[in-house]
């Protein structure tokens, strides 16, 4: 059974990624050296956190092609100069030939938000890997942030896709509703049962399925994505930007507003074409 470790202040954290160890020995072995002038610890904090952005995720356009599905994924961070936050994405195939899909939003900003994400990412993955459905996966992240006891809250939607049927089942806490698109109009899809993360100790979280046809496309997203004004104004304005919209879906990414709520935001199309 994969769990991810325990520590005494953040018993919700998850394995370091290699790439912060890499750091934390570059900063061993500059402390016996002279002190850094401003202007080069500054460049020296700027690479770190580029160092670590790519470890956990790029900001930049990712594209993959996967179980017939092209997806296309990008997270912009509110802070320039850390050029990362609290959302976060998870593309996985799991052993079984199926597809991980995940997007999420660690509520607050700044370092705390971002130890958070990376704890909650890589739970993700342990938990997925143990063929666990998306409903468990989530209501297992919960059971992590209610016994950190910190107050941390998040929201997430856990996708499975089937490239065998073309069936997607996901569930969701706290999430805003999945976009699905085809060359025609774009529907909100069905939203499961599931509260925000952390807030109560044994909530239920459940499913719904649908299956995605070739051509037909499916946007998670963080609230980062909406515009300020009613929630489901800023939904409407965001189906728009992919209504009738042929094409690659990176292209189609390329036409969202990351700025829209001028916040940590995060958007995953994932479009089937066989």
């Known amino acids: 059974m994969i769990e991810p470790l325990r520590t005494a202040d953040r018993p919700w954290l998850a394995v370091p990624h290699p790439a912060q160890a890499t750091v934390r020995s570059g900063v061993a072995r500059n402390s016996d050296q002279e002190p850094l002038s401003h202007g080069a610890q500054l460049a020296r904090e700027q690479q770190i956190s580029h160092t670590l952005q790519h470890a ?73 890997a143990e063929g666990h459905p998306p409903a468990t996966i989530l209501s297992r992240l919960n059971t992590l942030l209610c016994g950190a006891d910190h107050g941390t809250t998040a929201t997430a939607v856990v996708a499975t896709y089937r490239p065998s049927t073309g069936q997607l089942l996901w569930a969701r806490a706290g999430h805003p509703p999945l976009l699905l698109a085809n060359h025609h109009r774009v529907t909100r899809l069905p939203n499961p049962r599931g509260p925000l993360l952390g807030v109560f100790p044994a909530p239920p979280f459940t499913q719904e399925s649908r299956q995605l046809l070739p051509g037909h496309s499916v946007l998670l997203y963080t609230d980062g994505m909406i515009k ?24 189609i990414v390329d036409r969202l507003d990351f700025d829209a709520a001028r916040d940590d935001a995060c958007a995953l199309l994932a ?3 066989a």
């Open 271 to 273: 479009q089937r074409v």
């Open 228 to 251: 300020r004004g009613t929630f489901d104004d800023g939904i409407d304005l965001l189906a728009e930007r992919i209504t009738g919209v042929d094409g690659h879906p990176a292209a």
């Open 56 to 128: 956990i995720q790029p900001v930049t356009s990712v594209v993959r092609h996967l179980g017939g599905l092209q997806v296309a994924v990008r997270c912009h961070g509110a802070d320039p100069a850390l050029r990362i936050g609290g959302d976060w994405y998870l593309i996985l195939p799991l052993a079984n030939g199926d597809l991980v899909l995940a997007v999420g939003d660690v509520g607050g900003h700044g370092a705390g938000a971002i130890e958070a994400m990376i704890g909650l990412r890589y739970a993700t993955v342990a938990y997925a």
